[in-house]
Nanobody, 115 residues
Framework: QVQLVESGGGLVQPGGSLRLSCEASGITLRFYTMGWYRQAPGKQRERVAVITRGGGSDYAASVKGRFAISRDNAKNTVYLEMNVLKPEDTSVYYC?????????WGQGTQVTVSS
């Protein structure tokens, strides 16, 4: 059974930082393109960051320069380092693993940026 389990969300003040983790079981992450997505209430899910099997990364314009995605293949885990957080970053963040026709999602972790 494939599971992606996100952790690290929470409440943070504007300008603060959080690091999200996505630990996988049932699959080997190094064979997948990994992504972080987010969805705020009433909005469509949007891609935040992606990292390929080769280590290349891409970011949404709204987070470029503030967020960093990384992977630790030995721990079968992907991370999203989020800095200089803004209230508009408030959302549920989801981890995604994709390869060919395979597509797996985590259950999401809430990030709230508020003073």
């Amino acid at each position: 059974q494939v599971q992606l389990v996100e952790s690290g969300g929470g409440l943070v003040q504007p300008g603060g930082s959080l690091r999200l983790s996505c630990e996988a079981s049932g699959i080997t992450l190094r064979f997948y393109t990994m992504g972080w997505y987010r969805q705020a209430p009433g909005k469509q899910r949007e891609r935040v960051a992606v990292i390929t099997r080769g280590g290349g990364s891409d970011y949404a314009a709204s987070v470029k320069g503030r967020f960093a995605i990384s992977r630790d293949n030995a721990k079968n885990t992907v991370y999203l380092e989020m800095n200089v957080l803004k209230p508009e970053d408030t959302s549920v963040y989801y981890c995604n693993a994709a390869r060919d026709s395979l597509d797996y999602w985590g259950q999401g972790t809430q990030v709230t940026v508020s003073s």
